[in-house]
């Protein structure tokens, strides 16, 4: 069976391959974590951004949208705590050469003990067959335990040092773990410093030089400055949310695993203005909507779970991510912060306009508190081509690779076919393009054996195959073939609307989030 790690590269590969993901400026080497989407990419990328979009607007009365500019003042960035805070604690290899964040590296310490105790519980699973009794054996196996005890220690130092921004501390955990670098595998290690990860350029030229301007971090802070004037011109109640998809930018100093930590990225963030003191409420209310939304797509609930925050934002006071297991292990995909009234607050006090609420329902004024919903678009891609990629081996030795991607999701939802070029059947195929083609992404191909041209759109995850042959020209039917199970089926041509769209309108999925 291949391992987990070929799995991912045959996938890197088969998004260059098939229009999904290219390197960016490619031709000239590509630019370090940066990516461009290539024509299947965008529309798969387009259709997550509407699943979430319509799923805030739509769902939600009280949720508004914006679209705020990527530059902003300055001075945002000072009071948002970026501009002192927004740092990474780097670690330099002095064999290698090579830059790591010391954070991950002590992360990926953690994962390593929880790999282990997780062996040996399969391993005694195997040998003890049904009666197996897994907490029993946790607690009461002499290996297990050890390992369990390292890992709380090492948890406990961990989030110690974090908490107490302690670089020193850091790098004397990652001695006394004895973590080897990857490349060179010593323990040459640099001492820890901090990086700070905006990007910035000048705007402009006055007599004085050109203003310091920063390409945002996160889209968050265009909704914050946004608040007062959503909240007045729309008259929006607390409690109210206001959802935005943009850019962001990050000097990512370790910038792997493809598309999951990129410099520059796309976010889909949701702030929920709400009435203090109920912040904590619907924070878990958020937290569990946002899960209903991943797991409506049907990737498989197991493949999602939580992870509570060890270090909390200084401006946070609750915050979980929601992981998905990536071929790399489970890595988070959306974070749900809990921020208080810290950055309203700050950018009053920077300001020095008054931006509070006045609630008349209590005949008070006060600056609300934050639910914050922020996923990024390229970690979602990424989870739904990792769970979509499929290697099959089928009846007779023949091969496919799938992308089992949700219907609604698919780049591309039907293609329509003709047996053979010629007999009137491309100009019967034209016809039912133009049926369909004004509500679902189509495409048209005539080209190879019908054999190829299948396997054509199952490597783009296409979930509908439509041909036309000569017996339609007679009794107005066509074959339609379903991606997943490869099976066949003869449909009038006026039921293909209706079969398409039952599987493909997101409505369907809408119904499952707020039932
Ligand atoms: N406004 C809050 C915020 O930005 P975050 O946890 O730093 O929080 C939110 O980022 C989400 O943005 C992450 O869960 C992830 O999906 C995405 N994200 C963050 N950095 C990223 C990067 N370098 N490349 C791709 N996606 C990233």
Redesign the pocket.
């Known amino acids: 069976m291949a391992s987990q790690e070929d799995v991912f590269k045959k996938l890197v590969a088969h998004c260059k391959e098939y229009g999904f993901v290219f390197p960016s400026s490619e031709i000239y080497d590509g630019l370090g ?1 940066v990516y461009d989407y290539g024509q299947n990419g965008v529309e798969l990328k387009n259709n997550i951004k509407k699943y979430w979009w319509d799923s805030m607007i739509l769902l939600h009365e009280n949720i508004v949208g914006i679209d705020a500019a990527i530059f902003m003042h300055p001075t945002t960035w000072k009071a948002s705590g970026h501009v002192d805070a927004f740092n990474d604690p780097l670690i330099d290899n002095r064999d290698s050469k090579k830059r790591y964040r010391a954070d991950v590296l002590i992360e990926e310490q953690l994962a390593k003990y929880d790999e282990k105790i997780n062996k040996e519980c399969d391993k005694a699973a195997k040998r003890f067959g049904e009666s197996f009794d897994r907490e029993m054996f946790c607690q009461t196996n002499a290996r297990v335990q050890d390992y369990v005890q390292k890992r709380e220690t090492l948890h406990s130092r961990f989030v110690a040092a974090l908490e107490a921004n302690n670089l020193e501390e850091l790098k004397q955990i990652i001695l006394d773990e004895e973590i080897v670098c990857p490349i060179s595998g010593t323990r040459n290690w640099t001492d820890v410093r901090q990086f700070n990860l905006m990007f910035s350029t000048e705007m402009g030229s006055t007599s004085d030089g050109a203003m310091k301007v920063y390409l945002r ?4 802070q265009g909704i914050f400055v946004n608040y007062l004037n959503v909240q007045k011109t729309g008259r929006m109640k607390i409690p109210f949310g206001i959802a935005q998809i943009g850019k ?1 930018f ?1 000097n ?1 100093i370790v ?1 792997r695993q493809f ?5 520059e ?1 796309e ?1 889909m ?1 949701m702030q929920f203005f709400v009435k203090p003191g109920t912040e904590l409420q619907w924070f878990e209310h958020w937290k569990a909507f946002r899960l209903k939304w991943h797991k409506a797509l049907g990737l498989g609930d197991h493949k999602y779970r939580y992870h509570d925050h060890d270090k909390l934002a200084h401006y946070a006071n609750a915050a979980t ?1 929601i992981e998905f297991e990536m071929p790399f292990g489970f890595k ?4 749900i ?1 809990s921020r208080t009234n810290f950055d309203l607050g700050s950018h009053e006090k920077y300001s020095g306009k008054n931006i509070k609420y006045f609630d008349p329902e209590i005949n008070q004024s006060y600056t609300p508190f934050v639910i ?1 919903t ?3 678009v ?3 891609f990424l989870s739904i081509m990792s769970a979509a990629y499929c290697e099959e081996t089928l009846e007779g030795g023949d091969s496919r690779v799938v992308l089992k991607f949700p219907a609604v999701l698919a780049p591309i939802k039907a293609c329509v076919m003709p047996l053979v070029k010629k007999d009137g059947l491309p100009e019967k195929a034209r016809e039912i393009m133009n049926l369909l083609k004004f509500d679902f992404k189509c495409s048209y191909d005539e080209k190879d054996s019908i054999g190829k041209r299948y396997r054509r759109q199952d490597a783009v995850g296409t979930p509908f195959c439509i041909t036309v042959d000569h017996q339609t020209m007679e009794d107005g039917c066509v074959t339609i073939r379903h991606r997943d199970t490869m099976q066949q089926e003869r449909v009038e041509i006026g039921k293909l609307h209706s079969i398409i769209d039952e599987q493909v309108n997101m409505k369907n999925l809408f119904k499952k989030i707020v039932e």
């Open positions: 974590a971090p996160e889209t968050a962001a990050r990512e910038a598309i999951f930590r990129m410099r990225f976010q963030e991510d988070e995909v959306e974070g912060h914050e922020s996923i990024g390229d970690r979602m």
